[in-house]
């Protein structure tokens, strides 16, 4: 509209100027070198104002002429950048669906286009691991390496691969260099944490734990529980090497930062025993049935005293008991020293609570104690009976995969989990684990050969990385 307006101001300036012109005619003479031009004032103007539009024409031509090549290149390359992104965003979509071979081909196709901007690199390097092409895969992520926007990608394309095959020690050196570039991240503070204490690398675990604690990488209660099992693995090594001292030491470290934590003031409070310092073995064990009863705790309760009648025994418990009043521990190690102590009544009393939770083996084998010992060995034979088909008793039990382990350790021995055991009912047995048809799934898949999944490889169950699932630079081969 403006457009408009301004044109017709222009063509009422031109009209108002050539009338202006026509109303005072008169002549221009130009005498020049022997050239002589006579002509009116408006064919002047006229002849002028096409030389200067004649003028304007040239230089614009010029102006091309000299762009030209430039435009011409500018828009090739724009058309290849349009070309290779196209082909990037097919290659992604591939990869999500599934399809490697696919994936590769294109990211190969936006690397020719696009050069070696990271993105094509991480496809190609992503889809060679989708593909099973797995050489082709480290050579993308090494070459990811030599550049600083890409060097954490091409060192974690290269620790799970390493984590797949198996390899823990170049997991061990692949997770160092990514805790060096990336500090802050949790999941590879996680990782790094957790194949350093399955490495049994303790020391260097415990570097990496106060390092997570002072990013905040971990929460408090987190970092403490870590560092107290950190501590006890330690202290249960130096007490296997015959290092009491040091083991006492850790160990009373483990506990203060730990008490409910059942192996550390075990450990703790036999190094007191072994020191005579039975008061102080006392206090611990006593600290941590407040929190986590255990019948290992009411032994070693016991243990401290030796010379104790049965009836001292008795007032022993009760004293534990008390501290964690109507646990289900409580009235099952009150039941056997009132056994010790023939007060079958009140063991009676204790075992009828006991069972009120779950049957055990334990709890039946003392209900006939305490049947013989009211009415004779004849009345014992029912509670055997029991016994024989009452579940197991509580043991340490893997939160994760449900494996029983018959002693406490950092990682469960079936899916390599850490901290995972605690003290519990076992899951009743199933029958396929019952007829012996030849081990545990990961065994079968190790033996079948079958590509290794987050189930199937004991590196790949580390929690950490199982929370990878989905992301892009933790592209699996897509199972059949
Ligand atoms: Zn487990």
């Not at 079948?448 to 929690?463: F, K, N, Q, V």
């Amino acid at each position: 509209m403006i457009r408009v307006l301004w044109w017709f101001v222009g063509l009422a300036l031109v009209a108002s100027a050539a009338a202006w012109l026509a109303d005072r005619p008169g002549d221009i003479v130009v005498d020049w070198q022997g050239w002589r031009i006579e002509t009116s004032v408006a064919a002047g103007a006229v002849a002028f104002a096409v030389l200067l539009a004649a003028g304007a024409l040239a230089y614009r031509g010029w102006i091309w002429l000299r762009r030209g090549p430039r435009t011409i290149g500018r828009a090739r390359r724009d058309n290849r950048r349009r070309r290779g992104e196209i082909a990037l965003f097919g290659g992604m979509t591939a990869l999500a669906a599934g399809e490697g071979d696919e994936a590769l081909k294109l990211g190969r196709r936006a690397q020719a286009l696009l050069g070696d901007s990271p993105l094509p690199l991480m496809l190609s390097a992503q889809a060679a691991q989708q593909a099973g092409n797995t050489l082709e895969a480290a050579r993308l992520y090494k070459r990811m390496l030599d550049t600083p926007d890409t060097e954490f990608l091409g060192v974690r394309g290269l620790l799970v691969q390493a984590l797949r095959s198996g390899d823990t020690q170049a997991a061990l050196r692949h997770a160092r260099r990514a805790q060096a570039l990336r500090p802050a991240s949790p999941w590879v503070q996680n990782l790094l944490f957790d194949l350093q204490s399955a490495a049994g690398l303790w020391h260097e675990a415990q570097a990496t734990l106060e390092d997570a604690s002072r990013r905040k990488v971990f929460d408090k209660s987190t970092g403490r529980r870590r560092k107290a099992l950190t501590l006890f693995a330690q202290a249960r090594d130096a007490d296997a090497a015959g290092e009491a001292e040091k083991a006492a030491v850790l160990s009373r470290d483990a506990h203060a930062l730990s008490p409910d934590f059942v192996p550390a003031a075990l450990l703790a409070a036999r190094h007191y025993q072994a020191d005579g310092e039975t008061g102080k073995a006392v206090r611990v064990i006593e600290a941590s049935w407040r929190t986590s009863p255990h019948p290992e705790l009411a032994a070693l309760y016991l243990a401290l005293h030796p010379g104790d009648d049965p009836a001292r025994r008795v007032r022993r418990i009760a004293r534990l008991d008390r501290l964690n009043a109507g646990h289900r521990e409580g009235h099952v190690a009150l039941a056997g020293v009132l056994i010790a102590a023939r007060r079958w009544h009140e063991a009676h009393g204790h075992l009828d609570k006991a069972l009120v939770g779950r049957e055990e083996r334990r709890l039946c084998r003392l209900m006939a104690q305490v049947e013989e010992g009211q009415h004779g060995p004849a009345s014992a034979g029912a509670w055997l009976q029991r016994m024989s088909s009452a579940p197991p008793d509580d043991t340490w039990v893997c939160r994760g995969c449900g494996t029983p382990a018959s002693a406490w350790s950092p990682h469960c021995e079936q899916c390599g989990r850490f901290d995972s055991l605690a003290w519990g009912a076992p899951p009743e047995p199933r029958p396929a684990a019952a007829d012996g048809n030849g081990g545990s799934p990961a065994a079968l898949a190790r033996l079948s050969g079958t590509l290794p999944d987050a189930t199937a490889d004991p590196a790949l169950r580390l929690p950490a990385l199982q929370e990878e699932g989905g992301d892009i630079v933790d592209a699996s081969p897509p199972k059949a």
